[in-house]
């Protein structure tokens, strides 16, 4: 199977949006320009920035870290705004500063830990996912300054005492590290003791809560400004908070459909075709019904990874949401092969395993333009701050930073408020994607493994919900526990 997709439509697909056409990782096949740009230049003689072993062509990243401190291959800052020792970020420089506004003819720049807004009408080519080590996010000048603080609308109730003590001191979660399970069962606990939660978030270092729309008042100033050292956002309205993320501003920069075009550009390719395929392949439900005006209706997703349990049964996962009518499983298109069945089911997290045909050769090998997967992981594996790629049928590769955890129980029975334990809540990892993933193209990322960008392979989650920047995908502890693992 090749390296790089078939589909030149989708290797291109960056071209159309230039706000988030990085630079991913080459293919061995491919022969890059090795010539040092004038920018590397200006910043050779740094000995801090000289590697004493200089990392293969076929890396994404200059320096990979598992944490925050991560220097993309295209970051050409002469400066790091992430102290290792401190773990904390830093303020730049007067030069710094003038150096970021000059490399990149920016209008304006900010800091929004643990990201660097970069305003720029010129946008660099390609863009680097990270400048000075800090996750960079390039945007078209703005109208309203407003229009680039994600967090405004925050500010969305009068509950907080800015006095207040913290209920759980002396805990004090470090920001810039993930809470471990058992500082997030307090905090969740801490939390349920004080509202009605629909969920509670821990991203970018600060504890977003949700609060139920259930008919109970609060009173102002009535909440506590931080718990376990976290500074606390409440938010008490009928849609969710991560749902109000979605400006036009963040989606014209990473939709890459053109002006009239209504359907995704897809990778239609049939890799079975050459023999066997894997991660990252078009995969599409049967017709819903053979009668009425969704007779034609049918879901395309993109293809997990190859799993063997204990019992030495096989399957491959799939976005359960992708098959709901019938259980048949086809590639590329439910015109052409059927691979397979849905065999089981685990709606609460989105995932459906597939047993193949006879005749369906899926290895995990090779995986487009991501690692290859290679190892499931569980919730203590992963680190704040560290890099994933997921490759999907409609995107191409995307990049994905973990930025936190996200937790929400089930719901009760209306007119019930029974005690629901924390093992029964629903967690997702949340993530900061950079790539194509705006307007319809996301829905066929669905499903995509999402691997850490380094040689382990490791497999943080599926690709499942976003809202074009921020990204959640059920952790994968239960199907671990379960005896999966990949082939």
Request: aromatic letters at 10%.
């Amino acid at each position: 199977m090749p390296v790089t997709r078939c589909s030149p439509v989708i290797n291109r697909i960056r071209l159309s949006t230039p706000y988030v056409n990085f630079n991913s990782r080459p293919s061995p096949a491919d022969q890059p320009d090795l010539s040092i740009s004038s920018s590397k230049k200006q910043i050779s003689h740094l000995s801090d920035l000289e590697l004493k072993d200089k990392p293969p062509t076929t890396s994404t990243w200059a320096c990979y870290c598992h944490g925050f401190g991560s220097r993309h291959r295209d970051d050409l800052a002469p400066f790091s705004l992430w102290d290792p020792i401190k773990e904390e970020f830093r303020y730049p420089t007067e030069y710094e500063g003038n150096w970021i506004s000059k490399t990149y003819n920016a209008t304006c720049w900010e800091t929004a830990w643990p990201k660097l807004r970069i305003f720029t009408k010129t946008p660099p080519s390609p863009v680097p996912l990270t400048v000075g080590c800090v996750t960079a996010n390039f945007l078209p000048p703005l109208d309203n300054f407003l229009d680039s603080v994600e967090d405004f609308d925050s500010i969305t109730t009068p509950y907080v005492n800015p006095r207040g003590t913290d209920p759980l001191r002396p805990l004090k979660i470090p920001r810039w590290r993930l809470p471990t399970a058992s500082q997030w069962e307090t905090v969740a606990n801490c939390v349920c003791s004080l509202v009605n939660v629909a969920a509670i978030t821990f991203y970018s270092g600060i504890l977003h809560v949700e609060i139920q729309q259930d008919g109970r008042d609060y009173s102002a100033r009535s909440l506590p400004p931080h718990i376990g050292g976290i500074t606390v956002f409440y938010h008490h309205q009928s849609k969710s908070y991560w749902g109000n993320l979605e400006s036009q501003t963040i989606e014209r920069v990473i939709d890459p459909l053109r002006e009239g075009e209504s359907v995704p550009r897809e990778d239609n390719t049939d890799y079975l075709s050459q023999g066997q395929f894997g991660p990252g392949v078009r995969v599409e439900s049967s017709v819903a019904t053979d009668v009425g005006p969704y007779a034609t209706l049918s879901r395309a997703t993109t293809a997990g990874v190859l799993l063997r349990n204990t019992s030495g049964l096989e399957r491959v996962t799939v976005a359960c949401h992708g098959f709901p009518e019938a259980n048949a499983v086809y590639h590329p298109t439910n015109s052409q092969h059927c691979i397979g069945e849905v065999h089981e089911r685990m709606q609460a997290y989105d995932w459906g395993l597939v047993k193949l045909a006879p005749s369906a050769a899926f290895t995990n090998k090779s995986y487009f333009q991501a690692q290859p997967p290679k190892r499931l992981l569980k919730y203590h594996e992963l680190q704040h701050g560290e890099w994933c790629a997921a490759d999907g049928m409609s995107t191409g590769i995307i990049f994905l930073m973990v930025n936190g955890i996200r937790s929400m129980p089930p719901p009760n029975p209306p007119g019930h408020r029974e005690e629901i334990y924390f093992t029964d809540w629903k967690h997702e990892m949340a993530f900061e994607s950079i790539g194509p993933t705006g307007g319809k193209v996301k829905e066929g990322l669905c499903g995509a493994p999402i691997v850490h960008d380094d040689e382990g392979g490791g497999v943080a989650g599926f690709f499942h919900l976003t809202n074009g920047r921020q990204s959640f995908s059920p952790i994968l502890d239960n199907l671990i526990n379960q005896g999966w693992a990949i082939v």
